[in-house]
Structures are given as C-alpha cells and as structure tokens.
C-alpha cells in the first residue's frame, strides 16, 4: 500500500501560480491528475521515483513542472501562466514501475485530491 496526500490548491487568477504537493509514504513513481466537472481524469504529468524521467500533457509542457525531494518522499507540482481550463480537482497517484504513461488506469493508489481552482 502507498499513501499520498495532496495540498496546496487554491483560487488564483489567470496567469498566476500555484505549487501543490503530494506527500508520499514510499519513493516510487508518481502521477499528477486533474478531473474537472462532467470531464474525464486526465493525465497532467509523471516523474519517476528517482526523478530523473518526466512526462507531460500537451496542454500543460512549459506551464507545469513536476519534480520531487526523495529526502521529504513529496513530490511537486509547480504550476505557471495558470489558464482558466485548469480549474479542476488535482491528485496524485502512484505505480510501482515507471512507464511514462499518463493512462489513469496504470495507476494504482490514489490521494484524496485538492481542489484548484482559476479565475479571471
């Protein structure tokens, strides 16, 4: 079993910044998702355990940056340039391999989420 749990969401206007956190119980690989209102979940990015392999959505590359301090076992979502179609639930998740992959389904724990929302 991992536990996560995600903080630091917030309301912030467009264009502005927002860094969440994901507090793990292990270092393993570790996924940030969004999930707005009547919208799927959504892959934003991953970051292996030893963090030296990173993905991203389209929609969020140069925005958002993901990294981690295995000394803290939490990883990092820094957010930038924030866009109104980024209000949405945020959580982090794990997997016990690292694939790259944003496919929800691969993901196999799951934090409670927090809550960001943007506007104008």
């Known amino acids: 079993q991992v536990q996560l749990v995600e903080s630091g969401g917030g309301s912030v206007q467009a264009g502005g910044s927002l860094r969440l956190s994901c507090a793990t119980s292990?270092?393993?690989?570790v996924g940030w998702f969004r999930q707005a209102p009547g919208k799927e979940r959504e892959g934003v990015a991953s970051i292996s355990a030893g963090g030296t392999s990173t993905s991203y959505a389209d929609s969020v590359k140069v925005r958002f940056t993901i990294y981690r301090d295995n000394s803290k076992n939490t990883v990092y979502l820094q957010m930038n340039s924030l866009k109104l179609e980024d209000t949405a639930m945020y959580y982090c998740?794990?997997?016990?391999?690292?694939?790259?992959?944003?496919?929800?389904?691969?993901?196999?724990?799951w934090g409670q989420g927090t809550q960001v929302t943007v506007s104008s």
């Open positions: 292990t270092v393993t690989t």
């Open positions: 998740a794990a997997r016990r391999i690292w694939g790259g992959s944003l496919s929800a389904r691969l993901f196999d724990y």
